[in-house]
């Protein structure tokens, strides 16, 4: 199985997140989706043979500034994850609820961890 494109900088590449719209409403609609305190997960096989990641934050969760930040560190987190190679190809969506704003960092990466490793195919997860 083919991983995500790699560049030459570490930064998550136009091709590993979503950026249509339409991506993130199919994924609402007609994916599947694992919840926790501070985030929910949206998954739906992926168009594209690769695993994308979008970020979605209303402004229930804080100010704009703060929603940048959890952004920014979900992106970092998921870059920084060492079993995203094993990722089927799936859009991946992270909807922050307005609990998340209020949490540290260390618990939220645990959490984000947590529903991403759960989206894993099993015999990846056995291990």
Do not use: C, N
């Amino acid at each position: 199985m083919p991983g995500p494109p790699q560049g030459r900088d570490q930064r998550l590449s136009s091709e590993e997140r979503l950026r249509r719209r339409a991506d993130y409403l199919r994924a609402y609609r007609t994916g599947r989706r694992r919840q926790g305190a501070l985030a929910i997960l949206y998954f739906v096989a992926s168009p594209a043979g690769h695993p994308r990641l979008g970020i979605t934050a209303s402004r229930k969760v804080g100010k704009a500034v703060l929603r940048q930040r959890l952004k920014r560190r979900s992106k970092e987190i998921y870059r920084r994850w060492q079993d995203r190679r094993k990722l089927p190809p799936l859009d991946l969506v992270v909807h922050l609820k307005p609990a998340a704003g209020a949490a540290d960092f260390e618990a939220y990466r645990e959490e984000l961890l947590r529903l991403l490793s759960g989206v894993l195919p099993k015999e990846e997860t056995a291990r």
